[in-house]
């Protein structure tokens, strides 16, 4: 018997998997998938959404998929694994996902030509909204985001033809902040940031009750409970999702009915540490050796970190942080 028919529920409520009927639509990400709907509607190009690992755009591309997917004159097609090595590579799996057949020796220039032929029929011709979502888009080599920019210049007088998103963590903006004529072309800039604390208690409820529970947190995890797991996972759904999984696997192997904070704490130190953090906890332990420091000299410059961030005006800032001595 699966551990979650033990605490009386049908489902797995904290699968790591992209679900979308487990889809919680937080604050952030109804913002998200509202914006990226009228987007694609409104045939407005290209979106890019961003966000740090976990915050739940893999599962945001999902939720997206299935609600354009049940749209007549939607074509929805999805890259998982944006890893090309060539120009003809990327083409030969666009033409692959939307069915456009080309010859086995067909070179760059022919799949880019059948490619725009397809685009012009289907979304000119056939009046179809023609989607191409891309995830992980961070690793995207530099010459796809090239073949892109032309494939977005494909237009009418009214909409473009091309409706493209672009799924990716934070290390993707200061990639396409710096090209000029790439950027100019985002019609949706969109970070998704982590839950608040008030949003993990209604997330934790919805998943039981997606489960086949009775939708209530306070059957299965107290509120002190609920704040340290938003404490220890910082908002990140990925997080929340793997500890709210080992919390509920704690009741069930110690027979136990109630995640309450010391269930919690329980689980959280039998975590295994990333590697970096045994070593620094190691580090800090071993008795310290005195070592003769050369004193910097005052004229040294002060090094500085650059760090990129979306403003209020949805453009690109630059923030010069001086490193702490």
């Not at 891309?134 to 909409?159: H, S």
């Not at 409706?163 to 990639?175: D, H, K």
């Not at 009750?209 to 209530?216: D, E, R, S, V």
Request: glycine fraction near 6%.
């Amino acid at each position: 018997m699966s551990y979650y028919k033990v605490l009386g529920l049908n489902k797995e409520p904290f699968s790591t998997s992209p679900d979308p009927s487990f889809f919680f639509l937080s604050r952030e990400h109804k913002a998200a998938l509202c914006r990226l709907q009228i987007a694609v509607t409104l045939r407005r190009g290209l979106s890019v959404i961003l966000g740090d690992v976990g915050t739940g755009k893999t599962t945001l591309s999902r939720k997206l998929s299935r609600v354009l997917s049940n749209e007549d004159d939607v074509i929805f097609r999805m890259v998982l694994n944006p890893y090309f090595r060539t120009e003809q590579q990327f083409l030969s799996r666009i033409a692959k996902l939307f069915h456009i057949s080309v010859p086995p020796s067909a070179t760059a220039l022919d799949l880019i030509e059948a490619v725009e032929r397809y685009l012009f029929r289907a979304g000119v011709e056939e009046q179809k909204t023609v989607v191409l979502l891309i995830d992980e888009a961070q690793i995207l080599p530099k010459f796809v985001f090239e073949t892109l920019r032309i494939l977005l210049n494909y237009e009418t007088n009214e909409y473009k033809i091309l409706q493209l998103v672009l799924l990716g963590q934070m290390e993707l903006l200061p990639r396409i902040s710096g090209m000029a004529n790439f950027w100019d072309r985002i019609a949706l800039k969109y970070v998704i940031n982590p839950l608040g604390e008030d949003e993990i208690k209604r997330m934790i409820e919805f998943r039981l009750k997606q489960a086949g529970g009775n939708g209530t947190s306070g059957a299965l995890f107290t509120d002190e409970a609920i704040r340290r797991i938003w404490q220890h996972a910082g908002g990140y759904p990925r997080k929340l999702n793997l500890i709210c999984h080992d919390c509920l696997e704690y009741l069930v192997m110690y027979d136990k009915r109630l995640v309450d904070e010391d269930v919690v704490g329980q689980v959280i130190d039998a975590e295994v540490k990333p590697f970096s953090d045994v070593a620094v906890g190691s580090a800090a332990e071993a008795p310290a050796e005195e070592v003769d420091e050369e004193p910097v000299p005052e004229s040294h410059p002060e090094r500085k970190l650059q760090m990129f961030s979306l403003g209020p005006d949805n453009e690109p800032h630059t923030t010069l942080n001086e490193s702490q001595s």
